[in-house]
């Protein structure tokens, strides 16, 4: 008798179930909580470290959870891979080329508009002052090279790519919401403008490429060349006392703008002898980037990230215990910043008080002798006592 055989036709195995991408308002929702509590934490307590600390944990290790948690590669799914270089380089250029057509500007328009107190409160350049060499290399560093790469991640290859729908519908929508989230997340009201054209630029690069790599490159171009051109000001002496808003005139902006836009005319034009810059023209597919592998315990994918999170701020509290120290002090005892018109009697008395500072940091001096100076000018020039005076002006009679 004849032994059954195997049934040459097998019943095909089934289709994996679809995926659902990260949820974006959780995400953002996250993301925001984090960053206006353990990310504003860190930056006070040193901003150089809190940069780096809130771009890599904060933005980086929470896309790369939430990408992973619903199934995907995250290096694929947020367009990190492959690595294009036409499209990259290509990307800097226009990031050179957008902050003189538009982010110059939109930014001065901006200025010219706010209040001076409105100003005053947003003014980002206040980051620089009093950080040591090593600190301003750092700090320099998260604005050109961590901010671009774990904003992007986040802003573009998560959240943007998460509201994307599929083709043919059009992108606009994602691309208008992602880029009002990205410059919201900024926390100034001044350059909100700016910063939404620039989420606009960013995400429009990462749609047209299909790669992350190109807006990255355009978000460092343009914090690269802004770093660059305020060290020059501070360090020629434009940005002191405000006279960076004196001597900046319209019809220099006018002609930075009109090289900025030929700049742009220039490389659309060279865009279509090269195609190439445009990569492979949209973002990978859902089922193109599903990971192979089963999705790790929440847990395991957590422990990394807190651990090595955890390391880093145990490692600078051993380098800058002291720092620390008066930084939690200064927190406790807050002073108003001085206008940049501020009497200079004020400002020789705020200068004293930072290299007081600086010197009992370094262990020259005890930390007592600053606290006693820190506790009187609180007192006198705390939040509400109204004590900061601007220069005299001569009085000017009809």
Request: net charge neutral; proline share 9%.
């Amino acid at each position: 008798m004849d032994e059954a055989s195997p049934s040459s036709d097998p019943r095909p195995a089934e289709a994996p179930a679809p995926l659902s991408p990260p949820h974006p308002v959780l995400a953002a929702a996250l993301a925001f909580g984090l960053f206006v509590t353990v990310g504003a934490v860190t930056q006070l307590l040193n901003p150089a470290f809190g940069v780096w600390f809130t771009e890599v944990f904060l933005f980086l290790g929470l896309a790369w959870i939430m990408v992973r948690r619903s199934g995907y590669r995250p290096a694929a799914y947020v367009g990190l891979t492959p690595f294009l270089g036409a499209p990259t380089l290509f990307g800097f250029l226009l990031g050179v080329a957008n902050f003189v057509a538009v982010v110059v500007p939109v930014q001065f328009l901006a200025q010219k508009v706010a209040p001076a107190w409105l100003r005053e409160m947003f003014d980002a350049s206040r980051l620089f002052e009093g950080q040591s060499p090593v600190e301003l290399a750092l700090l320099l560093g998260g604005v050109s090279v961590a901010a671009p790469l774990c904003e992007e991640v986040f802003f573009r290859g998560l959240f943007q790519r998460s509201l994307t729908p599929p083709a043919p519908a059009s992108p606009w929508r994602a691309l208008i919401i992602s880029s009002v989230v990205f410059s919201a997340f900024h926390l100034d009201p001044v350059g909100f403008l700016a910063r939404a054209e620039l989420g606009l630029l960013f995400g429009w690069l990462f749609w047209r490429t299909g790669s992350l790599w190109p807006g990255i490159a355009a978000h460092a171009a343009n914090n690269i060349v802004s770093s660059a051109l305020f060290l020059i000001a501070t360090h020629s002496g434009l940005a002191k006392e405000g006279a960076t808003d004196d001597v900046t005139d319209w019809r220099a902006v006018l002609g930075l703008a009109l090289v900025g836009w030929t700049a742009l005319l220039g490389l659309r034009a060279a865009s279509r002898h090269f195609p190439s810059v445009w990569g492979r023209g949209t973002p990978p597919g859902d089922e193109e980037v599903r990971a192979t592998k089963p999705v790790p315990l929440f847990a395991l994918q957590l422990l990394p990230w807190v651990t090595a999170a955890t390391l880093s701020l145990v490692g600078l509290g051993l380098v800058d215990g002291r720092g620390v120290s008066l930084s939690v002090y200064d927190v406790q005892h807050p002073v108003d910043p001085l206008p940049k018109d501020a009497d200079p009697a004020l400002q020789a008395e705020r200068k004293a008080m930072r290299q007081l500072r600086e010197a009992v940091r370094k262990g020259e001096v005890p930390m007592e002798a600053y606290e006693e100076e820190r506790l009187r000018q609180s007192e006198a020039y705390g939040p509400g006592k109204g004590k900061l005076k601007a220069k005299s002006k001569p009085e000017i009679r009809l």
